[in-house]
């Protein structure tokens, strides 16, 4: 078969090659891949890895062979899955509880879009608690995870501001839920219950002026790299604030993948969650799709066909 193999001193990260068949472990399921998506956090691993290495999280197909221990679903079944890695390939193994069964309302590429994105957007609004009526603010809105964070936030009566690059950026995102976009964080007016960071640095800075007492900043990304410099003494005036990291891998909940995926593929199915493609193309466009999504050039997911 063939997959992507991680190729990290090359200028080019990546390459397709004809690989080895996935072999699974008693608990998995060999999938056959129609379509998988790309995340920031992917660019990053790419460097990270060894040459060989085969990359590839969210994946959506149809069950080749089920897993050996008889649990999850049968050969035949369309799923849609979040893999730890060796998901950009014609076949990919999975834990069963790293999969859902997928309704046929749901395409290929919609529930490619799904898994990383939509269920740490998920799991960051449940920071929040009970969202009705609270004021949300998301940076990286216009992004993967920011554009389902729109959506489940909006959904639960939240008041969503979103911030984003540049105006064009905010395309969609009203749609989407949004009751307000601005352009810098510098920009956003009053106190937030809620704050989603991801972009670090100075933009993580400004959200610790920005909380409301006893509200939450969910720290789960830092897509700028920088470093963020803040003094405690501007903490004491939002009592009882709280900073809250957020790591997929080790989420800190108890609902497996397994259902989370199921609530977003339900959503989906039922009209009350847009997957938000920005880019549906062949696999063979995945090379120059990693530095359109480093130069924040997508407008959140971009989903790739495997032939
Ligand atoms: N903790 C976890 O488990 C977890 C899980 C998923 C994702 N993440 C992290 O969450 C962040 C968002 O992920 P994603 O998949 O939604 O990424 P994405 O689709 O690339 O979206 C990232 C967004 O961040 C914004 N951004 C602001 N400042 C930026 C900067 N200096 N450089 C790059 N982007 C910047 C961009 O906004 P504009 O386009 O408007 O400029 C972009 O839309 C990433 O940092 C990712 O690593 C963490």
Do not use: C
């Not at 449940?126 to 992004?143: E, H, N, Q, S, Y």
């Not at 106190?191 to 920005?210: N, P, Q, R, W, Y």
């Amino acid at each position: 078969m063939f997959a992507f193999v991680n190729t990290p001193r090359n200028e080019i990260p990546i390459e397709l090659r004809e690989v080895a068949e996935p072999q699974a472990a008693d608990h998995e399921a060999i999938v056959e891949v129609q379509a998988f998506s790309l995340n920031r956090g992917e660019l990053a691993l790419l460097a990270m890895r060894p040459e060989g290495w085969r990359p590839g999280q969210d994946i959506a197909g149809i069950v080749v062979k089920r897993a050996a221990d008889g649990s999850g679903p049968d050969a035949g079944t369309r799923v849609v899955g979040l893999a730890e890695q060796g998901g950009w390939g014609q076949h990919a193994a999975l834990p069963t509880d790293r999969l859902a069964v997928l309704p046929e309302r749901v395409s290929f590429a919609q529930a490619a879009a799904l898994p990383m994105a939509g269920h740490t957007a998920l799991r960051i609004l449940r920071f929040g608690d009970v969202l009705l009526g609270k004021r949300i603010l998301i940076t990286g809105a216009a992004g993967g995870v920011g554009r389902f964070a729109v959506q489940l936030a909006a959904r639960e009566g939240a008041e969503v501001t979103g911030v984003v690059g540049r105006p064009e950026r905010a395309e969609g995102l009203r749609e989407l839920g949004a009751s307000e976009v601005i352009t810098q964080i510098e920009q956003a007016q009053g106190l937030f219950d809620v704050i989603l960071e991801s972009a670090g640095g100075a933009s993580l800075t400004k959200a610790l002026h920005l909380v409301a007492p006893h509200g939450t900043i969910v720290v789960f990304g830092n897509s700028s790299g920088e470093d963020t410099p803040f003094n405690l003494y501007h903490l004491f005036g939002h009592e009882g604030m709280r900073l809250q990291t957020f790591f997929s891998y080790n989420p800190g909940t108890t609902t497996t993948l397994s259902a989370d995926l199921t609530s977003l593929v339900t959503l989906v199915a039922a009209g009350k969650l847009t997957a938000p493609i920005g880019l549906e193309t062949s696999w063979h466009e995945l090379i120059p799709t990693l530095t359109d999504l480093q130069d924040r050039q997508i407008q959140g997911k971009a989903v790739f066909h495997v032939s």
